[in-house]
């Protein structure tokens, strides 16, 4: 992984200031420690950050096609590079480097942007098309890599973070107040939204062309098929072959590197199933594993840990976590994340990145994805019981068929909340100002996911379809994944994402994914031929760490000065009493928030103030 910026006049009137290039670019130091470069031509400036892992010597960026014409920047990699570099040579096309991002500006040559539908990879990259003036950018198929942007006075401002386009004197530093509700509502923000009003995430999926000009267009999307309409017509050991073969390659791609590559094990069915594969693929290799240990017994997966690590033969390293690390690491997540978050796990994701670089390992494999495309989540066995909300006629279930009406275009679909309830919720904790603003940014008044996607598609696809876009992309990758690997220059790849085993899984049968209420039934059966039955019959594991209330319990003067009831007041975005009431309920000896039915408001409020000082974002009042 790497980062790169960028700014465009779409006037045509101001040069660029290779001075603030820089100062943009050098947000971004921690995901490239290994070299920078730069372009600048006319009304364009594109500066990189680079960690090198393929082609350590000559795989520096920018890159160019044979003449020149062609520039291109790329943060993430291209998997299936080897391919594609030959048949483009076979097509008569030279390459100056090893570097798989190097393909790229060929295929560009031959195919335009079509080209995108060839790549299996985690990528988001700018390309500049010198002769037609015409820039690219795009995200790959399910957002790994993240991408924003934000036109000002102008200027085209875009970055692999956040930060690096606040970086830039004509973004304004406000927050997105719809961001905002969004995180209350859903397991967090959905692209386009940001925390930064004005600044947006280009969505997985997607591309954008800019000249004068500038349009975003989708080039793919996971498309099921309508239920009674696919033809499942093969037996199971078919699908549950083919999947094996699919998760072997995706798995086999993910290890090409120049540099050491190791793997997280959680002690759950996914991150096990890779380190097997690992093992498998490339047995003459020792490599390193790294876990999360923690003293309570209650929550410790170490013997499951240990026990893939021995079977998998790696130099295992167990990190043990201290609950009191929380408050000394949450600053640095939220400064990373970009975004106020509802639990406190991340801190340990920046202990298990940290854990890795320090023993030399620049990328990790692990297990995300899995969830979301094989039915892994309790909701589906939720709904595979039957306990889609009856149909009341009260107010109330009619005002919450008209908020899911509008989000998923269906009222019978359940997704995380009933979020006309949830409206009081929120209302209560919202200052008296936000209050009266409300309707203006009401996440549910503004378009979440592609509604046609949802239609007519089998429950199990269509809870799927949600967790890809809702929980996935700007969560679990980008929050959790990218950021807190990269916080310590590390890289995560994630072989259950690689696109040819996505578009397989989107032909299997659901019953197949969900069977008899058992979640990842397919996977289970892959799963077989590779580890030991212990962990693939585990109940799923689902670990929380500690939040407000513990944090609330060790009166850390900073903490407490960020909820005290002068800050909330003066800044305006929150009711002072809600948030003394929450103070007092999270205090109480023995107060445990409920880890699926109860969402840790507290923790949302101070990480948002956290957001607040470290964005020097302005008060509401």
């Known amino acids: 992984m790497c980062g790169f910026v960028g700014y465009l006049d779409l006037r045509d009137q101001r040069p660029i200031e290779t001075e603030l290039l820089v100062g943009m670019t050098d947000k971004l130091v921690h995901r490239g420690p290994d070299s920078a470069g730069y372009f600048v031509e006319g009304n364009l400036g594109l500066g990189f950050r680079r960690l090198s892992i393929i082609d350590l010597e000559g795989g520096d960026q920018p890159i160019f096609n044979e003449d020149g014409s062609v520039v291109v920047m790329c943060n993430g990699e291209i998997f299936n590079y080897r391919e594609l570099r030959d048949e483009l040579k076979a097509k008569g096309h030279t390459f100056r480097t090893g570097s798989d991002v190097e393909v790229l500006v060929h295929l560009y040559e031959d195919e335009g942007v079509e080209f995108l539908t060839r790549l299996n990879g985690q990528f988001s990259f700018v390309l500049y098309d010198r002769r037609e003036r015409r820039l690219l950018l795009a995200r790959d198929h399910f957002g790994i890599n993240p991408l924003y942007y934000a036109v000002a006075d102008g200027a085209l401002v875009f970055g692999s973070e956040v930060k690096a386009i606040l970086a830039h004197p004509l973004v304004e530093r406000r927050p997105d107040l719809t961001g905002l509700d969004q995180i209350f509502s859903f397991p967090g923000i959905v692209s386009p939204r940001t925390m930064f009003a004005g600044v947006s995430s280009l969505p997985s999926g997607h591309y954008m062309l800019a000249d004068t000009r500038i349009q975003v267009r989708e080039y793919w999307d996971l498309d099921y098929p309508l239920a009674g309409e696919a033809a499942y017509d093969k037996p199971e050991a078919y699908y549950v072959e083919r999947l094996r073969e699919h998760f072997e390659r995706a798995v086999s791609y993910r290890l090409q590197a120049d540099v050491p590559v190791g793997f997280y094990l959680s002690g759950g069915q996914d991150s096990s199933m890779i380190a097997a594969m690992i093992s498998r693929l490339s047995p003459a290799v020792q490599r390193h594993s790294f876990s999360i240990g923690f003293n309570d017994r209650e929550i410790n997966e170490s013997k499951y840990q240990w026990l893939m690590a021995k079977l998998s033969g790696s130099i295992h390293h167990e990190i043990l976590f201290d609950w009191s690390e929380i408050a000394g690491r949450l600053s640095d997540m939220v400064y990373h994340c970009e975004c106020p978050v509802k639990e406190t796990y991340n801190t340990c994701s920046l202990a298990l990145s940290e854990a890795a670089k320090g023993a030399g390992i620049s990328v990790i494999l692990t297990g995300e994805g899995a969830d979301e495309l094989f039915a892994g989540y309790v909701g589906y066995r939720y709904d595979q019981f039957g306990s889609r909300r009856p149909k009341g006629r009260d107010v109330e279930s009619l005002l919450e068929d008209e908020a899911r009406v509008r989000m998923w275009g269906d009222r019978d679909i359940f997704y995380e909340s009933d979020y006309y309830a949830l409206r009081e919720v929120k209302s209560a904790l919202y200052s008296d100002r936000l209050n009266e603003r409300f309707p203006e940014f009401d996440c549910v008044n503004f378009g979440l996911v592609n509604k046609e996607r949802l239609r007519g598609r089998h429950p199990v696809h269509q809870?799927?379809?949600?967790?890809?876009?809702?929980?996935?992309?700007?969560?679990?990758?980008?929050?959790?994944?990218?950021?807190?690997?990269?916080?310590?220059?590390?890289?995560?790849?994630?072989?259950?994402?690689?696109?040819?085993?996505?578009?397989?899984?989107?032909?299997?049968?659901?019953?197949?994914?969900?069977?008899?209420?058992?979640?990842?039934?397919?996977l289970k059966k892959v799963a077989a031929e590779l580890i030991p039955p212990q962990i693939i019959k585990r109940e799923k594991f689902g670990f929380r760490a500690p939040g407000s209330p513990y944090l609330l319990r060790q009166r850390v003067e900073w903490i407490d000065d960020l909820l005290s009831y002068e800050r909330v007041k003066r800044q305006g975005y929150f009711n002072p009493d809600t948030v003394e009431a929450l103070k007092a309920q999270y205090s109480e000896e023995g107060f445990r928030l409920h880890p699926h039915l109860q969402t840790d408001l507290l923790l949302m409020v101070l990480t948002f103030n956290i957001l607040v000082d470290l964005f020097e974002l302005p008060s509401l009042n």
């Open 463 to 522: 809870r799927s379809y949600l967790d890809l876009k809702l929980r996935l992309a700007d969560h679990l990758l980008s929050d959790h994944g990218d950021r807190m690997a990269l916080a310590n220059s590390v890289e995560a790849r994630y072989p259950f994402l690689d696109i040819g085993l996505a578009e397989f899984a989107r032909e299997i049968p659901p019953g197949l994914k969900l069977k008899d209420f058992t979640e990842k039934y397919i």
